[in-house]
C-alpha cells in the first residue's frame, strides 16, 4: 500500500512554498501589504509543539494515513513502549508523575519546555541531531546549551547513544564533584567540562548578549543617521542620544497606543493567533539591556531585520537585500546556538517576505498596522 504524503506533514517545505507562492504573485510588487498580511492571516500558522511531536512518531513508526487522524491512543501506546523500552521517566524529577499522563499532556500541549524535548531525547533514543532539531522546530529556541551542566550531560548521553540510567550516574557524580576514574577518553574530557562548569561561573549565553548588544548599536547609529535636527537643535544627533523608545517607535510605528503612550496589547491584534508574543518594545529593550532577560532568537532576528531594510536600499536588489540578510542572520544565529531562519515560524516567514519588497520596514509597519484595524 502506498504511504499516504500530506503536505502538511513537511512542515519546512509547506513554510518555504509558502513564501516563495506569495512574492511570486503578480499583485505582490504592487500589493506587498496585503498580500503579506492576507497569507498571514489565511495560511500562516505556528506548528504546534504536539503536531511536531506526532509528526515525528508518525514517521518513526511508519504509519499511514493523515498524521491529525491517527487516535491520540496511538502515538501515546508508542511514547510508553519506547520510554519502558530505555527506561526513561515521566519526569527528570522524583515524584508521582506517571508516563501515561505526561504522554498525553505532551501530546495535547502547542508549546512545552526545553526539560521536555530532553526526555524525549532520550525516550525516543534521539540523535543529537535530532534533539537539536525538536528544539529548534519544535520549540523555536537554542541548541543544546554546552555550558548548562544537565544540557552538557544530556548532549554527552545523546552523543554517544547512552540511555537515562547513564544520565543519572552522570549527574549524581556532577553533584558530588566526583570526577575520579573516567571510563574512557570521552569521559575524561566530559569530566573536565564538568569541572570548569563548577570551578568557574560563566554566563551560559554571553554569545547572545554580545550579539544583542552589536546589533543594538549598530541599530542606533542608524537612527541617528536618520535623524534630522529642527531649527532648535542644529548640532548632529548621537547614537547615545537614542533609547529604546526610539526603536520602538521606529518598528511599530503603525501600532496604536493608550492614554500611556503605551502599545497596544499585542492580544489586541489580529496577528496574535499567528505571532504570540514577543514584540521588541522599550519594556522588552530595557530588560535586554539591562541583562534581566535573555536575548532570545526573535529579539536578534528583529534587530537584524531593522538593519538590512535601511542598509543599501538604493543599491541591492530585494532579492540581493534578502539573500545578503539571510545569509548574515544565518551566522548570527548559528553564533548565538540557534539554527538557521526557519520558514515554518510564520513571524520569521514574515520578516522574509518584507525582505523582498522595495521598502521592507514600510511594509513591516504597515502590516502591524492592519492588524489593529482588523
Given at each position: 500500500m502506498k504511504k499516504y504524503r500530506d503536505s502538511q506533514l513537511d512542515f519546512t517545505d509547506r513554510g518555504w512554498n509558502t513564501l516563495y507562492e506569495v512574492v511570486d504573485d503578480p499583485a505582490f510588487k504592487t500589493?506587498?501589504?496585503?498580500?503579506?498580511?492576507?497569507?498571514?492571516?489565511h495560511q500562516c500558522r505556528p506548528v504546534p509543539f504536539c503536531?511536531?511531536?506526532?509528526?515525528?512518531?508518525?514517521?518513526?513508526?511508519?504509519l499511514e494515513g493523515d498524521f491529525r487522524t491517527i487516535p491520540t491512543e496511538t502515538y501515546q501506546g508508542i511514547l510508553r513502549a519506547a520510554f519502558r523500552e530505555t527506561h526513561t521517566p515521566a519526569s527528570f524529577e522524583e515524584g508521582s508523575t506517571k508516563l501515561s499522563a505526561a504522554s498525553a499532556n505532551w501530546l495535547s500541549q502547542r508549546k512545552a519546555s526545553r526539560a521536555t524535548v530532553l526526555l524525549l531525547g532520550f525516550g525516543l533514543s534521539l540523535?543529537?541531531?535530532?534533539?537539536?532539531?525538536?528544539?529548534?522546530?519544535?520549540?523555536?529556541?537554542?541548541?543544546?546549551r554546552r555550558t548548562d551542566p544537565r544540557e552538557l550531560l544530556c548532549a554527552y548521553c545523546y552523543d554517544y547513544g547512552y540511555t537515562f540510567p547513564k544520565f543519572e550516574k552522570l549527574q549524581k557524580r556532577y553533584e558530588a564533584a566526583d570526577w575520579s576514574a573516567p571510563a574512557d577518553e570521552e569521559e575524561a574530557a566530559l569530566f573536565q567540562a564538568c569541572r570548569a562548569l563548577r570551578e568557574k561561573e560563566q554566563t551560559s549565553d554571553s554569545p547572545r548578549f554580545e550579539v544583542?548588544?552589536?546589533?543594538?548599536?549598530?541599530?542606533?547609529?542608524?537612527?541617528?543617521?536618520g535623524y534630522e535636527p529642527d531649527e532648535w537643535k542644529q548640532e548632529p544627533a548621537r547614537p547615545e542620544d537614542f533609547s529604546p523608545a526610539d526603536l520602538e517607535a521606529a518598528l511599530y510605528e503603525g501600532i496604536p497606543r493608550d492614554a500611556y503612550?503605551?502599545?497596544?496589547?499585542?492580544k489586541r491584534s489580529a496577528l496574535y493567533a499567528v505571532f504570540g508574543e514577543g514584540?521588541?518594545?522599550?519594556?522588552?529593550?530595557?530588560?535586554?539591556?539591562?541583562?534581566?532577560t535573555l536575548p532570545e532568537r526573535r529579539d536578534l532576528i528583529t534587530l537584524n531585520f531593522y538593519l538590512w531594510s535601511q542598509k543599501e536600499k538604493d543599491r541591492l536588489s530585494p532579492r540581493k537585500r534578502f539573500t545578503a540578510f539571510t545569509e548574515d542572520t544565518n551566522r548570527l544565529l548559528s553564533a548565538c546556538g540557534f539554527g538557521e531562519l526557519y520558514a515554518a515560524i510564520p513571524y520569521e516567514c514574515f520578516l522574509m517576505?518584507?525582505?523582498?519588497?522595495?521598502d521592507p520596514l514600510a511594509v513591516y509597519t504597515d502590516v502591524w498596522e492592519r492588524s489593529y484595524q482588523e
Open positions: 500589493q506587498s501589504a496585503e498580500s503579506i498580511y492576507l497569507n498571514l492571516i503536531d511536531y511531536l506526532k509528526r515525528f512518531l508518525y514517521r518513526a513508526a511508519s540523535s543529537l541531531a535530532e534533539v537539536n532539531e525538536f528544539l529548534l522546530k519544535g520549540l523555536h529556541t537554542e541548541a543544546l544583542f548588544m552589536s546589533l543594538y548599536e549598530q541599530v542606533r547609529i542608524l537612527l541617528a543617521k503612550d503605551n502599545l497596544l496589547p499585542m514584540r521588541l518594545s522599550r519594556k522588552r529593550l530595557f530588560s535586554l539591556l539591562h541583562r534581566q517576505m518584507c525582505l523582498l519588497t522595495n
